[in-house]
């Protein structure tokens, strides 16, 4: 047999500038944070409305582990399913206008458990190439075909339908905002194109629920889509939403099918039930605060216009998610480290997270920057565009 050396594989990794390295923090997600010692002002959270930190969540979650305890226990099927649990599936599924939700303990899990269980051996799925890396592994997990079609290409997708067996059933997935990329899936050309050939489609809103459409309730209702056109839609509750845990919502039927057959949803320990309710004040703040999803978009649009001004290449993205491409990642790395020096904390998002050439600092922005947050890191960026040039 062969060997596994690991020295050589993380070798490897270093000299191509892949090296994957953890950051110490030790404060809560804010603007200002303290990192590795250092206090920094960070634009890579996925907290994108201030909710992570927002003293009423803080204080629901205080008060439901005075009543609950912390852990939850066991799974859902076995005694994990509190009360809270089942207030906040009820809360979900009427923020997205659909029949019933389901909880998932992350939203990795729920992906795979949700893919493997719609699709088997012989079945289709197809995918955006630059969908999340959970969506792609419950794709190889299921032993169904997985072809991966050209980014928002919806007649690349028609014609890898066209040529599936017509014997099997397919399940098309994409993201709805692309978290790497910052752009929008045109969610109703997939879904007509899916009726027409009979497949089913699922939708992951991990960065568009709680900040696009009316109330936050999704990229879906921003693009007026129903459970009828979108029948699965899969969201997280670690992002927007500043708690952990993800959710799908769908038909009465999809959920009891889940409950029945998807894997990570039966055999693992539910979540405790203080972040159901820290999630349900969440959604509380969400419809009282509805000024954060405005001054988000406030943000966004300072961002890129300064970013335009100084010529950075920004991206096709109107959402919190404003990557700047770089290219190659030790020049990203290089940024990101210089950015650093300045006080700003920006994350070189590098392959195989993105494609090869595509290196970028991937900035996110949240309802809780101020203007001048956002100033000073397009200062960071123009400084070293004027370094560049001197050198
Ligand atoms: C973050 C993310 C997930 C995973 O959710 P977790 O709750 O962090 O496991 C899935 N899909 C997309 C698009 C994401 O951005």
Redesign the pocket.
């Known amino acids: 047999m062969k060997k596994i050396i690991l020295s050589r594989h993380l070798q490897a990794k270093q000299s191509q500038g892949l090296y994957r390295r953890r950051r110490l923090l030790s404060s809560p997600q804010q603007p200002l944070i303290e990192v590795d010692g250092k206090s920094l002002l960070g634009f890579c959270s996925?907290d994108y409305l201030g909710l992570a930190n927002h003293p009423r969540v803080v204080a629901a979650f205080k008060q439901a582990a005075d009543r609950y305890g912390v852990g939850s226990g066991a799974a859902h099927l076995v005694i994990g399913h509190s009360e809270v649990h089942h207030r906040l599936e009820e809360a979900l599924a009427e923020k997205t206008g659909r029949d019933r939700a389901l909880l998932?303990?992350?939203?990795?899990?729920?992906?795979v458990g949700v893919i493997n269980a719609l699709v088997d051996k012989g079945d289709y799925v197809f995918e955006d190439k630059l969908?999340?890396?959970?969506?792609l592994d419950g794709g190889f997990v299921s032993k169904a075909t997985c072809q991966r079609y050209f980014h928002n290409d919806v007649s690349n997708l028609e014609k890898k339908l066209q040529s599936a067996d017509e014997g099997s059933s397919a399940l098309v997935v994409t993201?709805?905002?692309?978290?790497m990329d910052g752009d929008v899936a045109p969610l109703t050309d997939i879904s007509s194109v899916c009726e027409k050939y009979n497949a089913m489609l699922m939708v992951?809103?991990?960065?568009g629920f709680g900040v696009l459409g009316t109330g936050g309730a999704g990229t879906l209702n921003a693009q007026g889509l129903t459970q009828d056109d979108v029948p699965v839609l899969?969201a997280?509750?670690?992002?927007a939403m500043g708690t952990?845990?993800?959710f799908i919502a769908g038909s009465d039927d999809l959920i009891e099918y889940l409950i029945q057959e998807a894997r990570t949803y039966i055999y693992t320990t539910a979540m405790p039930p203080a972040i159901a309710a820290a999630t349900l004040e969440s959604l509380r703040v969400l419809d009282d605060e509805s000024w954060r999803q405005d001054r988000l978009q406030q943000l966004i649009k300072r961002f890129r216009d300064g970013a335009s001004a100084i010529g950075l290449s920004l991206m096709a993205s109107d959402t919190a998610i404003q990557p700047v491409l770089i290219g190659e990642p030790e020049q990203a790395l290089d940024m990101s480290f210089r950015l650093q020096q300045l006080g700003l904390l920006v994350t070189a998002i590098r392959p195989p997270t993105v494609p090869k050439g595509t290196a970028r600092l991937r900035v996110t922005l949240s309802a809780e920057h101020s203007d001048d947050n956002v100033d000073q890191l397009l200062e960071g960026f123009a400084s070293l565009q004027a370094g560049k040039f001197n050198s």
């Open positions: 996925n998932f303990s992350s939203g990795y899990m729920a992906n969908n999340h890396a959970s969506l993201d709805a905002v692309f978290s992951d809103d991990a960065h899969m997280t509750l670690g992002k952990a845990g993800a």
